[in-house]
C-alpha cells in the first residue's frame, strides 16, 4: 500500500506554461518504480516525523559534543571513541529507517543514519597535524567521497530508504562542498588566525567560489526542473535545496568582486529565471525567495546609479521600475494563461478576475 495516498498538498492551480505540466508517472518502469512514491512527491507533513527528526538532529548534536569535547582533553587515540559511536549511531539508523520504512522512527534513522557516516569518517581520519601540510585536519576525499558514494547507493538500494531526499540532497551538498573544499586550495588553519600573530591572513579565492556557486546552483535547478517536468517533484527538491545554497553562496563570495550594480543585475536575472521556474512547478519557497531577489537586485542597480543619498531619485525610479514590473507580470500572465491563483472550493463557482468578492 501507497502510505503516501493523496500526495503532498500541492498548487490545484498550476501555472500552463506551454500546456499543462505532464501527469505523475502512475507506473514508471525501471528504477523510478523501484525508487517508489517517495520521487513522485513530497511526503505529507507529519507531527510525530517533524518532530523525531528535529530529536535526532538534537541527539547527534549532543554526540558530537561529548565526543569532541572527549577528544579535545585527551590523546589523538581518542578519535576512535567518536568513531565508533557515529558507527553505531549510523547503523543503529540504517537498522530502525530499515524496519520501520515509515514514520517518525524511521525518519529519525534517516538522519541519523546519513550525518553519522561523514562524522565518523572525519573522526576516524581526524589528526591536527594534517591541517598544517594539506590544511585540513581530516581526509577530505576519503570523507566527502566515500560519504557520498554511500548517500547514493543508500539512496538508489537501501530498503526504506530508497528515494528519501534527505540522502540525495546529502550527495548534491558533498558533491558541491568537495569540489569547492579542492578547488579554493585552502591551506593551513594556522593561516585563519595568523593575523592575531602579526600573519598575512586568510584570503580564500572568492571569484573560484562564485564560479562553482553559480554553476552547481543552476545546473541543480536544471536537472530539478526536468524531474519536476516528469512528475518527480519529491526527488527535486532535493536538488532545489542544495542549488539554493549553492547559488546563494555563490553570489554572496562573488559581490564584492562585481560591485553593487553587477550583484544587482545578477540577482535580476537568477530571480526572473528561478522565480518562472518556481510559479511554474509549484515551488512556493522558491518562488516567493527568488521574487525577493529580484526585486533586492533592482534595488541595488538603482540606488548605485543614483547614490544613496538621492532619495528623490531613487524614490522614483522604485516606482516606476515597480510599476513596471506589475504591468509586465500582468502581461505574461495573460500570455501564458495562467489559472487563477484560487481555485473554487466543493460547490462554487470558478473565482473569474474582475469579478466582485463574495
Known amino acids: 500500500m501507497d502510505p503516501y495516498a493523496g500526495g503532498y ?23 523510478a518504480a523501484r525508487l517508489g512514491p517517495r520521487t513522485r ?21 549532543g554526540a558530537l559534543e561529548v565526543t569532541g569535547g572527549f577528544y579535545a582533553h585527551g590523546g589523538n587515540g581518542r578519535r ?11 547503523g543503529v539508523g540504517y537498522w530502525f529507517a530499515i524496519i520501520r520504512r515509515i514514520g517518525g522512527v524511521a525518519t529519525a534513522g534517516a538522519v541519523g543514519a ?28 576519503l570523507v566527502f567521497l566515500l560519504s557520498i558514494a554511500v548517500w547514493l547507493v543508500t539512496y538508489l538500494l537501501v530498503p526504506g530508504l530508497r528515494g528519501r531526499a534527505l540522502f540525495l540532497g546529502a550527495a548534491a ?12 586550495d585552502l591551506r593551513s588553519v594556522s593561516s585563519v588566525v595568523s593575523p592575531v600573530f602579526g600573519g598575512v591572513g586568510f584570503h580564500p579565492d572568492t571569484s573560484t567560489i562564485t564560479a562553482l556557486g553559480l554553476t552547481f546552483g543552476l545546473a541543480y535547478y536544471a536537472i530539478a ?11 527535486a527538491v532535493a536538488l532545489v535545496v542544495a542549488a539554493f545554497d549553492a547559488t546563494v553562496g555563490g553570489v554572496i563570495a562573488g559581490a564584492s568582486d562585481m560591485g553593487q550594480s553587477g550583484t544587482g543585475a545578477l540577482l535580476i536575472f537568477l530571480g526572473l529565471v528561478l522565480t518562472c521556474y518556481g510559479s511554474r512547478f509549484g515551488r512556493r519557497f522558491t518562488a516567493w525567495v527568488w521574487a525577493f531577489g529580484f526585486a533586492f537586485g533592482c534595488g541595488l542597480v538603482i540606488e548605485d546609479a543614483f547614490g544613496s543619498d538621492s532619495y528623490l531619485g531613487n524614490g522614483i525610479w522604485l516606482l516606476v521600475v515597480g510599476a513596471v514590473v ?9 500570455a501564458f494563461r495562467e489559472a487563477p491563483e484560487v481555485g473554487p472550493g466543493p460547490g462554487e463557482a470558478p473565482v473569474r478576475e474582475g469579478a466582485p468578492a463574495g
Open 9 to 31: 498538498p500541492q498548487d490545484p492551480n498550476p501555472s500552463p506554461w506551454g500546456g499543462p505540466p505532464p501527469p505523475p508517472l502512475l507506473a514508471a518502469p525501471g528504477l
Open 41 to 61: 512527491r513530497r511526503p505529507d507533513l507529519r507531527i510525530n516525523v517533524t518532530l523525531a527528526g528535529t530529536g535526532a538532529v538534537l541527539a547527534l548534536v
Open 80 to 90: 576512535f571513541f567518536g568513531a565508533l559511536l557515529f558507527a553505531v549511531i549510523a
Open 114 to 141: 546519513a550525518f553519522g557516516v561523514p562524522v565518523c569518517l572525519a573522526f576516524l581520519t581526524l589528526d591536527p597535524a594534517k591541517a598544517l601540510s594539506s590544511g585540513y585536519p581530516f581526509n577530505v576525499d
Open 173 to 184: 551538498f558533498g558533491l558541491f562542498g568537495y569540489v569547492s573544499l579542492k578547488a579554493t
Open 225 to 235: 526542473a526536468m524531474l519536476d517536468a516528469r512528475g518527480r517533484s519529491g526527488a
Open 326 to 334: 506589475v504591468v509586465a507580470a500582468d502581461l505574461l500572465g495573460r
